[in-house]
């Protein structure tokens, strides 16, 4: 059988970067994403919390991933789950390859402190479970 080319598929950045940052927020450890920039705290329309993405000339893509981690932890276990976890999500559901996630470890967050909700860190609609 041989494949027909129909079409271009065109992903939006926007997407890679909610599969990052839910890919990320799902590891165990990991209390929440940080934004890096003080105007994306502030801002309605910042919707990348804490996930930043570059394209290369090459086409070499590059993540940095901005988290606090929950204490008690193994910071570096933990990082290396994310990196995991972000390489694979983004294979998997967008068939890209991320070169390198690198992971920005901003702060630890005290024992019983809840984590915010998932729908809270993207705002995204999809995410409801209706």
Avoid at 23 to 40: P, Q, T
Avoid at 96 to 116: A, F, L, M, S, Y
Wanted: charged fraction near 25%.
């Amino acid at each position: 059988m041989t494949k027909e080319n129909v079409g271009e598929i065109v992903i939006a950045p926007r997407v890679l970067e909610v599969i990052t940052g839910i890919a990320s927020a799902k590891v165990e450890g990991v209390h929440s994403l940080h934004n890096k920039k003080v105007r994306d705290g502030l801002s309605k329309t910042a919707l990348n919390r804490g996930v930043y993405l570059q394209t290369d000339e090459a086409g070499d893509v590059t993540a940095d991933i901005y988290v606090y981690l929950e204490y008690g932890v193994n910071v570096p276990t933990v990082s290396m789950n994310i990196q995991r976890a972000v390489k694979t999500a983004v294979a998997n559901y967008a068939d890209v390859v991320v070169k390198t996630v690198n992971i920005h470890v901003d702060g630890i967050v005290p024992d019983k402190t809840p984590k915010p909700d998932l729908k809270d860190l993207f705002g995204e609609d999809f995410l409801d479970e209706e």
